[in-house]
Every structure is written in structure tokens, then in C-alpha cells.
T-cell receptor, first 112, second 112 residues
Framework: DVKVTQSSRYLVKRTGEKVFLECVQD?????MFWYRQDPGLGLRLIYF???????EKGDIPEGYSVSREKKERFSLILESASTNQTSMYLC???????????FGSGTRLTVV | KQEVTQIPAALSVPEGENLVLNCSFT??????LQWFRQDPGKGLTSLLL?????REQTSGRLNASLDKSSGRSTLYIAASQPGDSATYLC???????????FGTGTRLKVLA
């Protein structure tokens, strides 16, 4: 089975800090995604990557950037954390079109 | 634009009941639909992936059906148990892309 690992389960950061969320997958999946999940709003796509160094904006990219230097690792960067970025962040991967998603266990980020 | 709706938003049933969760989508040009389970504070676990050529998919006590023409999928849970208590989400890909659109979920509570 594909394993998707998010490095932190819980994070508390201060407003204005630069925050890095890491996601690593152990299969050769080309496509990786970052979502945030908020009560009443569901899952919303922030960014996705379909190959190394390739990325596309999702529905809510403002305030975020991403990095994919190696195929197995996809990082989400909060350039200057704000309280409205307090959320559950979920990483997902898929091999290709027609295949389903595999998710990591999530990172609960609180910005104070 | 694809929209995904799940009704009911919450459901509470006694142990042992058979139950049906519903998922509706507006754009029938999908190539698959995926059902997930999410426990509180955790990531999403894939339950079933139904390809557009299939009408049903089964795993243990779970059975998912897909009717593309009517824009509906149902998740049937047989002989429900307290351990089935979780939020269940369905997701469909937007046409021709890797991006999934998620419903807001049905929060299920099975009472012992």
C-alpha cells in the first residue's frame, strides 16, 4: 500500500512566522496535492503538483507556496502565517487519472 | 462547475441497523467516484473507488453504487457497529483533471 506521511500531527505557530508543512510518499506517484479542511467549508485545494518542479494553483493559493524538488516530497509553505490559516492541512497523492487519492494523516495547524 | 452534495449532514442510528448514505453530483462526466472515511482529527481513509464503467463496488460490509445518469452514488453499510462512527465523504474528479471535488460529508454516529 502507498504510504503518505505528514511530518507533524499538530503544530502551533505565531503570526508572521514562516511555516513549512512536509509530505512524503513512498510510491512513485506523480501527482501530489495540498488541501485544507475547515468546518462548514469542506476540503479546498490549495496547490497541486504533477511532476518534480511542476505546480499549479488550486482554488485558494493566496498566502501559500509549494516546493517539489524530489518526486516523493511535496512541501507547503506559509510565507507569513496568519490566524485565518489555522486549519487542518491534508496531503494526498494519486498515480494518474482514473486512480483514487491516498491521503496522509493530516496536520492540525494553529496560528496564534 | 462540479458540485457535490451529501445528505444527510448527520445521522444517528442504533447498532445493527443497515443504512444508506447519499452523494449527489452535478456533472455526470466523471471517470470515477471515491468514498472516504474520516475519524475526528485524522486524515481521510479510502473505502471504495468506483470506476465509471462499474455500477457497484463492495468491501466487507460496505457497498457503493454509482448511477452516472442521475448523478448519484450511495454507500450502503450493513449491520452497523459503533466502530463505524465517523464522517463519510464522497469525492469526484473534475472533468479531465486530477482534481477531486469533495462533498462536505455525513457525520455518522452508531449507538451501542
Amino acid at each position: 500500500d502507498v504510504k503518505v506521511t505528514q511530518s507533524s500531527r499538530y503544530l502551533v505557530k505565531r503570526t508572521g512566522e514562516k511555516v513549512f508543512l512536509e509530505c512524503v510518499q513512498d510510491m512513485d506517484h506523480e501527482n501530489m496535492f495540498w488541501y485544507r479542511q475547515d468546518p462548514g467549508l469542506g476540503l479546498r485545494l490549495i496547490y497541486f503538483s504533477y511532476d518534480v518542479k511542476m505546480k499549479e494553483k488550486g482554488d485558494i493559493p493566496e498566502g501559500y507556496s509549494v516546493s517539489r524538488e524530489k518526486k516523493e516530497r511535496f512541501s507547503l509553505i506559509l510565507e507569513s502565517a496568519s490566524t485565518n490559516q489555522t486549519s487542518m492541512y491534508l496531503c494526498a497523492t494519486t498515480a494518474r487519472l482514473g486512480y483514487g487519492y491516498t491521503f496522509g494523516s493530516g496536520t492540525r495547524l494553529t496560528v496564534v | 462547475k462540479q458540485e457535490v452534495t451529501q445528505i444527510p449532514a448527520a445521522l444517528s442510528v442504533p447498532e445493527g441497523e443497515n443504512l444508506v448514505l447519499n452523494c449527489s453530483f452535478t456533472d455526470s462526466a466523471i471517470y470515477n467516484l471515491q468514498w472516504f472515511r474520516q475519524d475526528p482529527g485524522k486524515g481521510l481513509t479510502s473505502l471504495l473507488l468506483i470506476q465509471s464503467s462499474q455500477r457497484e463496488q463492495t468491501s466487507g460490509r460496505l457497498n457503493a453504487s454509482l448511477d452516472k445518469s442521475s448523478g448519484r452514488s450511495t454507500l450502503y453499510i450493513a449491520a452497523s457497529q459503533p466502530g463505524d462512527s465517523a464522517t463519510y465523504l464522497c469525492a469526484v474528479p473534475t472533468s479531465g483533471t486530477y482534481k477531486y471535488i469533495f462533498g462536505t460529508g455525513t457525520r455518522l454516529k452508531v449507538l451501542a
